[in-house]
């Protein structure tokens, strides 16, 4: 079983559309939750952390469902520049985290 | 804003030949981390390090992979014999302990 399971995408948007992506964790221990972005070979980028009174950062919103082991993210009024693929991260246990496969978002003029 | 330095940004290597990955974190950074992703696949976990020890490792990271940190400053992994399946992007991370790890820039290892 996948730590950390997200639906791979792609999503295409156009500009300004709003767009939500899922994902869901299988260790009920989890402790720490994030997302991360990703551009084509770079390194991954902190995004957001997400609690679970749920956040909001700009057009970015984050929200924890702990009960149901599921994370989300919002992105609102989408800009050219959130192409990318997001990462759901949780960190269970030691320091270490364990990533989703990623998202992958294409904002189309 | 600090950086995660991470040498080279790319290597080549013929099968069976050692490589050694080099990192420069962040001074206050308390954890130290190897991760990897192979092309198209997610990131995974090699390796944490803390107090000039290592204090977890995955699967992945068997007897070929060994990590140090010689001189307080740099951060390395060494693969003693470089198979092809290891060709991938490695990224070093570093963690202040609170949260939020920032990664290096990562490099990209090809092994031929």
């Known amino acids: 079983r996948k730590e950390v399971e997200q639906d791979p995408g792609p999503f295409n948007v156009p500009e300004g559309a709003t767009v939500a992506f899922n994902c869901t964790y299988s260790n009920s221990a989890s402790q720490s939750f994030f997302w991360y972005r990703q551009d084509c070979r770079k390194e991954p980028k902190l995004l957001m952390s997400?609690?679970?009174s749920g956040n909001e950062d700009g057009r970015f919103t984050a929200q924890l469902n702990r009960a149901s082991q599921y994370i989300s993210l919002l992105i609102r009024d989408s800009k050219l520049s959130d192409s990318a693929t997001y990462l759901c991260v949780v960190r269970t246990g030691a320091n270490n985290l364990f990533f989703g496969t990623g998202t992958r978002l294409t904002v189309i003029p | 804003e600090p950086e995660v330095t991470q040498t080279p940004s790319h290597q080549v290597t013929q099968m069976g030949q050692e490589v050694i990955l080099r990192c420069v974190p962040i001074s206050n950074h308390l954890y130290f981390y190897w991760y990897r992703q192979i092309l198209g696949q997610k990131v995974e976990f090699l390796v944490s390090f803390y107090n000039n020890e290592i204090s977890e490792k995955s699967e992945i990271f068997d007897d070929q992979f060994s990590v140090e940190r010689p001189d307080g400053s740099n951060f390395t992994l060494k693969i003693r014999s470089t198979k092809l399946e290891d060709s991938a992007m490695y990224f070093c991370?570093?963690?202040?302990?609170?949260?939020?790890?920032?990664f290096g820039s990562g490099t990209r290892l090809t092994v031929v």
């Open positions: 991370a570093g963690d202040p302990g609170v949260y939020g790890y920032t």
């Open positions: 997400v609690y679970s």
